[in-house]
T-cell receptor
């Protein structure tokens, strides 16, 4: 079973609209961290936002917020007031327990913002 | 402000050739990683090093070896390249504190195996 599932291969939104990118995860750990990254067409990986499993408040970073629903094991990324520069691939990732501290990534969602 | 530096950025190999991807970070991070990215597959972990002197296999280690040369450097070696190893390779490092500590990525290395 996939650890991180992003069910939307592609999403389309108009400028200034809000958009939600879905992410569900699978873990039996009580402690874990959830991350979102952006990958523009230039290829670099840009960290956007982090949510810890024990954080009671949803994380926010500027126009990005993470809608964390622990019981549903979902960690959706919300982008408010989309901009053309938001067009990119977005990856959800999780860090579970153990010494590896590696991130497990989902397959990504391509977001296209139009004017 | 170098961050994570990978070399080379592009490489074309013939089947059976060997090569090493170099990675260095200047952020004094303990943990370093190698991922590969293939279309529709996201990023998959090849190997990681939680600290200097340790390395462990990730999800897709077959056909690769790694060396954590020192705290700064983590190299990935393909001993006998295969077309299935055509991919974009990312090195990353992290200052892990519990479950926090985002990964800082290099710019990626695009490898083509003919």
């Amino acid at each position: 079973a996939q650890k991180i599932t992003q069910t939307q291969p592609g999403m389309f939104v108009q400028e200034k609209e809000a958009v939600t990118l879905d992410c569900t995860y699978d873990t039996s750990d009580q402690s874990y961290g959830l991350f979102w990254y952006k990958q523009p067409s230039s290829g670099e990986m840009i960290f956007l936002i982090y949510q810890g499993s024990y954080d009671e408040q949803n994380a926010t970073e500027g126009r990005y917020s993470l809608n964390f629903q622990k019981a549903r094991k979902s960690a959706n990324l919300v982008i408010s007031a989309s901009q053309l520069g938001d067009s990119a691939m977005y990856f959800c990732a999780m860090r579970e327990g153990g010494e590896s501290a590696a991130l497990i990534f989902g397959k990504g969602t391509t977001l296209s913002v139009s004017s | 402000n170098a961050g994570v530096t990978q070399t080379p950025k592009f490489q074309v190999l013939k089947t059976g050739q060997s090569m090493t991807l170099q990675c260095a970070q200047d952020m004094n991070h303990n943990s370093m990683y190698w991922y590969r990215q293939d279309p529709g597959m996201g990023l998959r972990l090849i190997y990681y090093s939680a600290s200097e002197g340790t390395t462990d296999k990730g999800e897709v280690p077959n056909g690769y070896n790694v060396s954590r040369l020192n705290k700064r450097e983590f190299s990935l070696r393909l001993e006998s390249a295969a077309p299935s190893q055509t991919s974009v390779y990312f090195c990353a490092s992290s200052d892990v504190q519990g479950y926090t500590g985002e990964l800082f990525f290099g710019e990626g290395s695009r490898l083509t195996v003919l």
